[in-house]
């Protein structure tokens, strides 16, 4: 009798620890399934955050003719068809601040080396286009057109650059231009940002009609321009947007 109640004992002390053990797998198994739900919950919020940080701030246009928005982006992150910029005179006092230092520096010193008066002087009005070459930039094709000297720049000129934008990407059949005045990143501070873009729109529109009256003569296809992207930073997009909303709000006579 004694040897089968010291065997009862031993056996109904593992079956109680058993118990306890299972009980307590259960409990710390619920508790490690609701801790990893959690941590799911916060790594996917984490990672929709991050996403909607990365995507960049864009303000539409109202009543455009031609779609147009106001994207928060720098042309150095631009993926595009064609990205067009602005740069002054080439000579030694017109420094690269900014987007075109950044710009030129991912293209490992091609703009320095182009910016020769015996090469691509920036006279008002002056045009080059390249394609970026491989590892460099995202985007297919950059136009840079001249803005001239930047003493005497006044916002007036980028009229004429509007209507270039307009024209040149039509004439190379892209749909999607992107534009970066690049005057700040230039050096030159005195003019505001929607002044800068009233007389850019300004000028693309004039572009846009001078095209449907040919279109409209036989005298030229169908323009292939479906919207137009204007690049500012986040300080100056607000601005921007007022800009060009008055150059729809001002039609010339």
């Known amino acids: 009798m004694k040897t089968l109640s010291i065997f009862r004992s031993f056996t109904f002390v593992p079956l109680s620890l058993l118990a306890l053990a299972a009980t307590t797998s259960v409990r710390v198994l619920t508790e490690h399934g609701l801790s990893r739900e959690k941590t799911d919950q916060l790594t996917a919020s984490q990672a929709n955050g991050q996403a909607a940080r990365a995507k960049p701030k864009e303000l539409q246009v109202s009543n455009a003719p031609i779609p147009t928005r106001v994207l928060v982006q720098s042309p150095v992150e631009t993926d595009t068809e064609l990205q067009i910029i ?122 846009a009609r001078t095209k449907k009256v040919l279109e409209d003569s036989g005298a030229s296809p169908r323009a292939v321009i479906e919207d137009l992207t204007f690049l500012a930073g986040p300080t100056h997009a607000a601005d921007t947007q007022q800009g060009i909303e008055r150059a729809l709000a001002n039609p010339p006579n």
């Open 86 to 207: 602005c740069l002054f005179e080439s000579s030694p006092e017109n420094t690269l601040h900014g987007s075109l230092a950044e710009i030129n520096e991912k293209l490992k010193g091609l703009l320095d080396k182009i910016r020769k008066p015996a090469l691509f002087r920036g006279e008002f009005g002056e045009t080059l286009m390249f394609a970026p070459p491989a590892g460099t930039l995202a985007v297919k094709r950059i136009l840079i057109v001249g803005l001239g000297d930047s003493e005497s720049f006044t916002s007036q000129r980028m009229e004429l650059v509007g209507s270039i934008v307009y024209r040149e990407s039509s004439r190379l059949g892209v749909a999607h231009p992107f534009f970066a005045p690049t005057i700040l990143d230039g050096g030159v501070t005195k003019f505001g940002t929607g002044d800068v873009a009233e007389r850019f729109y300004t000028g693309f529109l004039r572009g």
